[in-house]
């Protein structure tokens, strides 16, 4: 069965430091991969998709085949990134997702 | 309404009692997943529906969990005989498909706490 890791629980930056989050998978095929966001009292929402190569709200994700990895970047972190974040992995259209346990960013002033 | 709702927000039980969750998508999505959340935790997959196929029920964790959905319209998530354990936000959400984007749209969750 497919699998998503998310090694940190916490990561704690100071505003305009990198901040990366780290995300393996476990599957033997061709998956998409996804990541979605809470804000506090906000909903969980999709972030990005690897397929759309986009780059969003600064972040951005490159899906590394070989790691098996999904790691979520942003050059500059800013206190309103603070979140939780949530890997998450698809094997095929119209299969179900599977999240990670999440990482929760908390950017410092 | 224009997202996912779920009803109630919020639901405070005794031990031993049944509680029914209700998921209203978003219209036209066919899709629909239940996760359990349970505090300083992670999304738990719980059954997914797809269309009129047979639902995914590979997460459910015990068989005091059951969840029915009513075509592609609204689903109940029901736990008896409840459970300290069963205590978490139960999150909904939808998405077109298939193939679809992906895309979930999630609802606000039903905070379950069992005394």
């Known amino acids: 069965a497919q699998r998503v890791t998310q090694p940190e629980k916490l990561l704690s930056v100071f505003k305009g430091a990198p901040v990366e989050l780290k995300c393996n998978y476990s599957?033997?095929?061709?998956?998409?991969l996804f990541w979605y966001v809470q804000y506090s009292r906000q909903r969980l929402q999709l972030l990005l998709r690897?397929?759309s190569r986009e780059s969003i709200k600064g972040f951005t994700a490159d899906l590394n085949k070989g790691e098996t990895s999904f790691h979520l970047k942003k050059p500059f972190a800013q206190e309103e990134d603070s979140a939780m974040y949530y890997c998450a992995l698809r094997v095929a259209a119209g299969n179900k997702l599977t999240f990670g346990g999440g990482t929760r960013v908390l950017v410092k002033p | 309404g224009a997202g996912v709702s779920q009803s109630p927000s919020n639901k405070v039980t005794e031990k031993g009692k049944d509680v029914e969750l209700r998921c209203d998508p978003i219209s036209g999505h066919t899709a629909l997943y239940w996760y359990r959340q349970r505090l300083g935790q992670g999304l738990e997959f719980l059954i997914y529906f797809q269309g009129n196929s047979a639902p995914d029920k590979s997460g459910l964790p015990s068989d005091r969990f059951s969840a029915e959905r009513t075509g592609e319209s609204v689903s109940t998530l029901t736990i008896q005989r409840t459970q300290q354990e069963d205590s978490a936000v139960y999150l909904c959400?939808?998405?077109?498909?298939?193939?679809?984007?992906?895309?979930?749209?999630f609802g606000e969750g039903s905070r379950l706490t069992v005394l």
């Open positions: 959400a939808s998405s077109r498909g298939p193939p679809g984007t992906g895309e979930l749209f």
């Open positions: 690897h397929i």
């Open positions: 599957y033997s095929g061709s998956p998409e």
